[in-house]
């Protein structure tokens, strides 16, 4: 079974200063691991995703994120913050083990607030 | 040319009511999925068809039963609506063949009200 645990339900940073979204994993084999966001009332779209080819994983917006196995982490940066990254994260696993028709497993979502 | 649309995108309705959610997607994919997002933003998959064929069928009371016409469509009835039904329902497609690398893609959402 996976599970993902996302450390903080609110990150709060300054327009112009770096955004650091954590996310630990649980897996019981080579996982799949995407990070998603969703703006107000919106649906979700996908930021980028994990699938062992590189560690260190380049999404759209500026984002990227980093597989650390041994810390079964994938935390979300991005270097400078805009006010339109202001949404809802939410760190996403699927086990290597499942089909591909098997859901995907949400975090419980980080809410990014960008301050002017 | 939107990739996955849902209708409708706000449902209201009273209790007791069944409504019907649908979801077409036009990226050729063979797999779709409905998600439940609860009032706290916690999304959990319900089902999953592959090719019209039932995949995932999650804790789902019975009131809820999708049908998929064909595999560009996914459709969610709910019977007997109750309050607790009240939430975002979210339609997503993916490729199989992709495996368990292949990212879904999402709807915009039906945000069901149950009075």
């Known amino acids: 079974a996976q599970s993902v645990t996302q450390l903080d339900s609110h990150v709060s940073v300054s327009e112009g200063t770096p955004v650091l979204l954590r996310c630990n994993y649980s897996s019981s084999y080579s996982p799949s691991l995407f990070w998603y966001v969703q703006h107000p009332n919106k649906g979700l779209q996908l930021l980028l995703k994990?699938?062992?080819?590189?560690?260190l994983v380049k999404g759209i917006n500026g984002f990227e994120a980093e597989f650390k196995k041994s810390e079964t982490s994938f935390h979300l940066t991005k270097p400078s913050a805009h006010m339109s990254d202001a949404a809802e994260y939410f760190c996403?696993?699927?086990?290597?083990?499942?089909?591909?028709?098997?859901?995907?497993?949400f975090g419980k979502g980080t809410h990014l607030i960008i301050q002017p | 040319d939107t990739a996955v649309s849902q209708t409708p995108k706000y449902l209201v309705t009273q209790m007791g009511n069944d409504k019907s959610i649908k979801c077409e997607q036009n990226l050729g994919h063979d797999t779709m999925y409905w998600y439940k997002q609860d009032s706290k933003k916690f999304l959990k998959i319900m089902f999953s068809y592959n090719n019209k064929e039932l995949i995932i069928n999650e804790t789902v009371p019975n009131r809820f039963s999708p049908k998929s016409p064909d595999k560009a469509h996914l459709n969610l009835h709910i019977n007997s609506l109750e309050l607790g039904d009240s939430a975002v329902y979210f339609c997503?497609?993916?490729?199989?063949?992709?495996?368990?690398?292949?990212?879904?893609?999402f709807g915009p959402g039906t945000r069901l009200l149950v009075l």
């Open positions: 997503a497609s993916s490729q199989l063949a992709g495996g368990p690398t292949s990212a879904q893609y």
């Open positions: 996403v696993v699927r086990d290597g083990l499942g089909g591909g028709a098997d859901g995907l497993t």
């Open positions: 994990y699938t062992s080819a590189a560690t």
